[in-house]
Each structure stands twice: as structure tokens, then as C-alpha cells.
């Protein structure tokens, strides 16, 4: 029950069950106070006040730091109703959109910057709504701050993976519904012992695979309906190696994977994760595709594509801990590699098992251990799940690491579960629609390409002056510069990472230059032309093929 009294300010004050959650003297006052303290000299992006009350914490955020975007967490709604500030952006944790919201706020572009403010009258007094939401919210920041690290190690590979791929795409693209229910095959250790308890029960399933499980299917004669491919990397070569020995397999990846993804196969699936560069291409070059939203992990984007059908969906090997000396079913192409470089003072499983040590520090019992980055995604997929209305994901065999909004189910439950949940077969959607020609991809290639260049070449002289799209390419592909990552969205700004002494119109001009010159070299690719003269005072000149 929440009460109302009166500061000797004459404010509001809240109390429930007979503590006032704010300053019996000057609730104003302290949240002046409180919010100094707490934001510090910097000056934030993005304030995440969690406990707000009636509202005094965050009109003092909004007053001190009138650029930043204020976000208002309450922890109870009955608070909200009381609250004598007006506030844009109230949030509560019940709140069916709550957790996709808060998600919004705290991106790539964001998660820099951005100060999380708990009000700990409030925290006390809700201490389990509060540990929900500060769990979600550390681990918001955590999978934003690495997909940060990751566009900034891959973004100009993305570019140039995309620049390539194009250029060899199959001769069908094509699309897909399953026929059957849908076995999603991870790469953890137990996906060994699983698939020996399966047996015939496969012969069910539309198998599909990540990359890292595909030799261990095809080692028991599995051949997977469908892989999921979205490594932009060199290791994810290691992995298509096998996928000589699946003609039969579709091939589900988007443009800025790493190239090879489509060997031994005559039609793929695009992939669409939205990045700067997969919207500009596909203005130019309309190419049929399916929108999956980017992911941490390829078992994330294959979930999120597999939720996108009726089908009911089964993991396995998704078990977000390692086991003994072994982090992946076998055969594995890291394993081998280990095997290769073996000595008889460095055996195999000395390597295997120091290496483990160190990535996977926490036991969950005697022969399991995990990480702290293993249990983020863990829980990453129980939120997913629990923004979906789709039929239950179900867990076979799962590791002890656990995944609520999944249901667990043992190998030899897999057969009655299949019988009762009764999924129609039918006939699979195996359309196909002819790639485009190369000269078609290479004109909108080379069209791309120099818009961009041109565009770049006047912000290298006039840095004061960024297009919204030059600079979403900017902060694509030198992230390492710049906190926004995924473009401006209407911001009209690109925050600088960390403290320099320059201005900001010549970190942009330097940036706009470096990119320019990773640009004319794509170009040269496209054009066929290997000489310097391709820059942006001569591509009207440049042969196109």
C-alpha cells in the first residue's frame, strides 16, 4: 500500500509500509544531490534511472543533462500513477514490450554512453522486480558492448564479404517451409551422445545445422535439410569445408558472411540482417530475401529464423557449457587442429584442457563449466522466447546451464512428443527465382560503390557536413572511432570513442579518408581495374568489366 505525505519542502513524498522512498525534508534536494553523485562530469548519451518514485530523479537527469535521452524505470505502476512529474518515457517491468524497449535503448549506438541509476529505497522494497530488470539491463549493455567489439573487428569485412559474395552468387535463390519439425543441431558436447539416442527418430525432423555441428552429422550419415551460416571470419572457411559433402543441404546466409558459404551447392537463402550496407544493396539490386534480425550467435539467428515458421522447434547441442576437455561435438576442425600442433611435453588434452580453464572459468559440477558470456546468451534466448507467441521450443537433453521458456525433454521422450504434437507434413516450398545476371550485380556494385566514394571524398572536405548515410557508413566501418555503430537514426551526431584532444571535423575527415581508400580498393575488385587511377576523380573513367 503506498501512502502520500508531505516533505518539509512542501514535495511529495512516497511511503510504503511506512519507509518513505524519497527525502522527508527535500525529495528535490537529494536528487540533485543523488544524481550528481551518481552521473558524475561526464555527459551521457542515455539515463537509466531503475526505482524512479514520483519523478524527481528524473526531471534532475533531464535538467543536468538536457541532452540526454532520460529513461524512467519504475518498479511499481501504482508509483507511476501518483508521480507529479510529467515523464516520456515511463517503463514497467510488467509491461508486455518492457524488455524489447529497453532493448532499443541500449544499443551498439548507445551502450557507451550510457549510465544505469538505481534508487536503492526503491530496490529494497521490490528486490526481486529489481533484480530482474538490473540482470537485464547488465546483460543489454554486455551483448551490446560485444556486438560493438564485433562490428568494430568485422565491419570492413562485412563490406568486403558482401562485395565478393555478390559477385558469386549461385545461380538460384531460393526459399523454404518446412515439412516437418524443425531440429536445430548445435555444436556442444552433448550432441554426440544425443544423436546416437535419437536414431530413427531423425528420419522425423527437418535437420537443420550451424556450421560447427555439420561434420559431426556428417560423420553418422546425417545430411542437414538446411545450414545456417553468418561467420563473417576466417575460422568459418574451416567449417565449409564439409559443406562440399552436402549438395543436398540449403545454405541459409547473408551477403556479409564469409565467402565459400555456397560451395557445392546451386541455391541459397538470403539472409537480411539490416546492417547500412544490406539496405544500400538492396535499393540497387533487388535480390530475394528473408529478414532476420543480426545476432550474437548463428544459433541465435538460426532460432530467430526457425520462430519465423509454424513448425514446432527442437535444439540440441545447445549447451552453453563445455564438458571435460571438450567445448564441441566431434569431429570438430579446432580439435584437429589441436591433434596437428600435440607433442609429447603438450599432448592434446593438456592444450584442450588449459584452454578451457581459461575461456570457461565457472564449474557447474564436476565435468561442466561455463562463462559468463555463455550464460548472457543463455539467458539472451530465454527473453527471445518470451517475446514470442509461437508453440514451445523444446530442449533435448539439455546441459545444466538452464533456458527458461524452453522445455526439456530427454531423447527417449522425443517419439511421444513428436505423436502428440502432430505437426502435419506437407509439401515444402522449394521456389526458385534465378540471380540476377554478374553484370547486372556488377552495376550495382560499381553504382554503390562510387556513390559512396563520392560521397566520402566531400566529407574529406567539408567535415562539418556528414550525410545521414555516409555517416552510418562511417560508423560501420570505423567503429573503432565512433560509439554509433548501426547508423544515426535522425541523431545527426556520431559520438567520438573516448577522450582526443582533436576536433571532431578532423577525426571525421580522417576517418572519411581511411574509408575512402578501403573503398577505392573494393571498387578496383568490382571494375576489374588495378590501377590507382579508380579513386573518386576518375570513376566516371574506370572500365566497369
Given at each position: ?14 511511503v ?33 534511472v ?5 519523478g ?8 543536468s ?9 519504475f ?12 515523464l ?10 518492457f ?22 529505497p ?16 547488465r ?8 556486438n ?16 565478393h559474395?555478390?559477385?558469386s ?9 518446412p ?23 531423425l ?5 537443420w ?19 545456417v ?9 574451416m ?23 555456397c560451395?557445392g ?34 544459433a ?13 522447434v527442437?535444439f ?20 584437429d587442429y ?11 588434452e ?10 570457461y572459468?565457472?564449474?557447474?559440477d ?17 527473453r ?26 530427454e531423447p ?17 516450398d ?9 553484370r547486372?550485380?556488377?552495376i550495382?556494385l ?11 571524398d ?7 557536413s556528414?550525410?545521414p ?7 560501420l ?12 537514426s ?10 582526443d584532444?582533436?576536433?571532431?571535423e ?16 573494393e571498387l ?20 566497369v568489366?
Amino acid at each position: 500500500m503506498i501512502e502520500v505525505s508531505r516533505a518539509r519542502s512542501g514535495h511529495l513524498v512516497p511511503v510504503v509500509d511506512g519507509k518513505p522512498l524519497n527525502s522527508r525534508y527535500d525529495p528535490v534536494d537529494e536528487a540533485k544531490r543523488f544524481i550528481a553523485r551518481s552521473v558524475g562530469p561526464s555527459a551521457p548519451d542515455t539515463i537509466i534511472v531503475v526505482g524512479e518514485t514520483f519523478g524527481y530523479l528524473s526531471a534532475e537527469a533531464r535538467r543536468s543533462f538536457p541532452n540526454a535521452r532520460v529513461v524512467s524505470v519504475f518498479l511499481s505502476a501504482e508509483l507511476r500513477a501518483f508521480a507529479v512529474v510529467d515523464l516520456p518515457e515511463p517503463k514497467f517491468p510488467d509491461q508486455p514490450d518492457f524488455f524489447s524497449s529497453i532493448a532499443a535503448v541500449l544499443t551498439e549506438a548507445t551502450v557507451e554512453r550510457s549510465v544505469i541509476v538505481p534508487w536503492e529505497p526503491s530496490l529494497a522494497r521490490w528486490p526481486s522486480t529489481a533484480a530482474g530488470v538490473l540482470s537485464y539491463l547488465r546483460d543489454a549493455m554486455l551483448i551490446a558492448s560485444g556486438n560493438l567489439t564485433t562490428t568494430a573487428a568485422f565491419g570492413r569485412r562485412w563490406l568486403a564479404n558482401l562485395v565478393h559474395n555478390v559477385n558469386s552468387l549461385p545461380p538460384w535463390l531460393g526459399t523454404y517451409t518446412p515439412s516437418r519439425p524443425i531440429l536445430i543441431a548445435a555444436s556442444g558436447p552433448s550432441l554426440e551422445g544425443v544423436l546416437r539416442s535419437l536414431g530413427a527418430v531423425l528420419e522425423r525432423f527437418d535437420v537443420w545445422a550451424v556450421p560447427s555441428s555439420v561434420p559431426a552429422l556428417l560423420a553418422r550419415s546425417i545430411v542437414p535439410k538446411l545450414i545456417v551460416s553468418t561467420d563473417p571470419g576466417f575460422y568459418a572457411s574451416m567449417h565449409y569445408r564439409s559443406f562440399a559433402h552436402t549438395p543436398s543441404s540449403l545454405i541459409a546466409a547473408p551477403l556479409t558472411a564469409q565467402p565459400g558459404f555456397c560451395r557445392g551447392s546451386d541455391e541459397i537463402i538470403l539472409l537480411d540482417q539490416d546492417t547500412c550496407i544490406e539496405a544500400a544493396l538492396y535499393r540497387a539490386l533487388p535480390l530475394r530475401r528473408t529478414a532476420v534480425p543480426a545476432n550474437g550467435t548463428v544459433a541465435g539467428t538460426a532460432l530467430d529464423f526457425a520462430l519465423s515458421f509454424d513448425a514446432p522447434v527442437f535444439f540440441v547441442g545447445l549447451d552453453f557449457s563445455v564438458t571435460g576437455a571438450l567445448a564441441h561435438a566431434r569431429p570438430h576442425p579446432f580439435h584437429d587442429y589441436y591433434l596437428r600442433s600435440a607433442s609429447r611435453l603438450a599432448p592434446t588434452e593438456s592444450a584442450l584442457f588449459g584452454r578451457l580453464l581459461e575461456l570457461y572459468p565457472d564449474s557447474t559440477d564436476a565435468s561442466h563449466r561455463t562463462s559468463m558470456p555463455l550464460r548472457t546468451y543463455a539467458r539472451w534466448f530465454a527473453r527471445r522466447l518470451s517475446r514470442t507467441s509461437h508453440p514451445p521450443v523444446y530442449r533435448i537433453s539439455p546441459s545444466r546451464v538452464e533456458v527458461s521458456g524452453t522445455v526439456a525433454i530427454e531423447p527417449d521422450g522425443v517419439a511421444t512428443r513428436l505423436d502428440a504434437i502432430g505437426f502435419p507434413t506437407g509439401r515444402p516450398d522449394s521456389g526458385r527465382r534465378a540471380t540476377p545476371s554478374l553484370r547486372a550485380r556488377r552495376i550495382a556494385l560499381f553504382g554503390l560503390l562510387s556513390r559512396w566514394i563520392a560521397g566520402l571524398d566531400g566529407v574529406v572536405d567539408n567535415p562539418s557536413s556528414v550525410p545521414p548515410d555516409i555517416e552510418s557508413l562511417l560508423c560501420l566501418l570505423d567503429a573503432a572511432r565512433f560509439s554509433v555503430v548501426a547508423g544515426a537514426s535522425g541523431t545527426g551526431r556520431m559520438p567520438l570513442r573516448g577522450a582526443d584532444a582533436r576536433t571532431r571535423e578532423e577525426i571525421v575527415a580522417e576517418s572519411a579518408h581511411d574509408v575512402l581508400g578501403f573503398l577505392t580498393n573494393e571498387l578496383r575488385k568490382v571494375s576489374g581495374d588495378s590501377n590507382s587511377k579508380c579513386d573518386a576523380g576518375s570513376i566516371a573513367r574506370c572500365p566497369v568489366f
